[in-house]
């Protein structure tokens, strides 16, 4: 089946000499992965390396087979040109981050179309503001909301919050986190991107927070692997 849609890039490997395999996070048709062949030496064609990097948003023609197989993308636009995205290192490191943390946690090939709204955005408002050291905390925070493990919020009260339940909890248990770690998680409850300004970490409690979170991720999505890039953006906000 022949389909337009909107989609996300977040990976793309090169395969043999010439080949790319790419995976994308469609609007219409969830996660989809497809085989772009001989575009690494094309010089003519419709579809060019640069519009697959991390985090570029694309509007799709592809032939949709949905067997399971690497699919064919006909033709792409790119529909939103990045300012800075790949260009200053913050980001682009910030990037590179949160696409290999998407490559290891969408993991249904199933419409989305709330997650991809989100991410449109997230991408869209690092695009355009300053780099925050904060923003990868927030959108892994929110991730979950879409994944199906956000925190349980009704009992924010309480001093400890289980990991392996999401839920706040008056006692202590083996998989539950407190102080500095709990202040963190609630302030970022509720916060959005534009108010990231107004929260000051410093590195140590950013660090310990990001493990935190990538804990909470593992408890939750089967087969969930630490992402391998964390070290370089942990290096750059040293």
């Given at each position: 089946?022949?389909?337009?849609?909107k989609?996300?890039?977040?990976?793309?490997l090169?395969?043999g000499?010439?080949?790319?395999i790419?995976?994308?996070f469609?609007?219409e048709?969830?996660?989809?992965?497809y085989?772009?062949r001989?575009?690494?030496?094309?010089?003519?064609?419709?579809?060019?390396?640069?519009?697959?990097?991390p985090?570029?948003?694309?509007?799709?023609?592809?032939?949709?087979?949905?067997k399971?197989?690497?699919?064919s993308?006909?033709d792409a636009?790119?529909?939103?040109?990045?300012?800075?995205l790949?260009?200053?290192?913050?980001?682009?490191?910030?990037?590179?981050f949160?696409s290999?943390?998407?490559?290891?946690?969408?993991?249904?090939?199933?419409?989305?179309?709330?997650?991809?709204a989100?991410?449109?955005?997230?991408?869209?408002?690092?695009?355009?503001h300053?780099?925050?050291?904060n923003?990868?905390l927030?959108?892994?925070?929110?991730?979950?909301?879409?994944?199906g493990?956000?925190?349980?919020?009704?009992?924010?009260?309480?001093?400890?919050?289980?990991l392996?339940?999401?839920i706040?909890e008056?006692?202590?248990?083996?998989?539950?986190?407190?102080?500095?770690?709990?202040?963190?998680l609630?302030?970022?409850?509720?916060?959005?991107?534009?108010?990231?300004?107004?929260?000051?970490?410093?590195?140590?409690?950013?660090?310990?927070?990001?493990?935190m979170?990538?804990?909470?991720?593992?408890?939750?999505?089967?087969?969930?692997?630490?992402?391998?890039?964390?070290a370089?953006?942990?290096?750059?906000?040293n």
């Amino acid at each position: 089946m022949l389909v337009t849609t909107k989609a996300l890039v977040i990976s793309a490997l090169k395969y043999g000499e010439a080949d790319l395999i790419v995976r994308c996070f469609t609007e219409e048709a969830g996660l989809k992965s497809y085989l772009l062949r001989r575009i690494l030496k094309s010089k003519k064609g419709k579809l060019r390396t640069a519009m697959f990097q991390p985090g570029m948003q694309l509007e799709l023609v592809a032939m949709h087979k949905d067997k399971g197989t690497l699919e064919s993308i006909r033709d792409a636009k790119v529909t939103h040109a990045y300012i800075s995205l790949h260009t200053d290192i913050f980001k682009s490191s910030i990037v590179l981050f949160l696409s290999e943390m998407l490559r290891n946690s969408i993991q249904e090939e199933e419409t989305n179309r709330p997650l991809y709204a989100f991410l449109e955005h997230a991408f869209l408002w690092l695009d355009l503001h300053g780099h925050s050291a904060n923003f990868h905390l927030l959108f892994l925070l929110e991730l979950t909301r879409y994944l199906g493990f956000y925190p349980d919020t009704s009992t924010t009260e309480y001093e400890y919050f289980n990991l392996e339940t999401g839920i706040f909890e008056t006692t202590e248990s083996r998989y539950s986190i407190s102080e500095e770690n709990l202040d963190t998680l609630k302030v970022l409850l509720g916060t959005n991107f534009d108010e990231l300004s107004e929260i000051k970490l410093n590195q140590k409690r950013r660090t310990s927070f990001v493990n935190m979170l990538l804990a909470y991720y593992e408890l939750h999505l089967h087969g969930f692997r630490k992402p391998k890039s964390l070290a370089v953006l942990s290096s750059l906000f040293n």
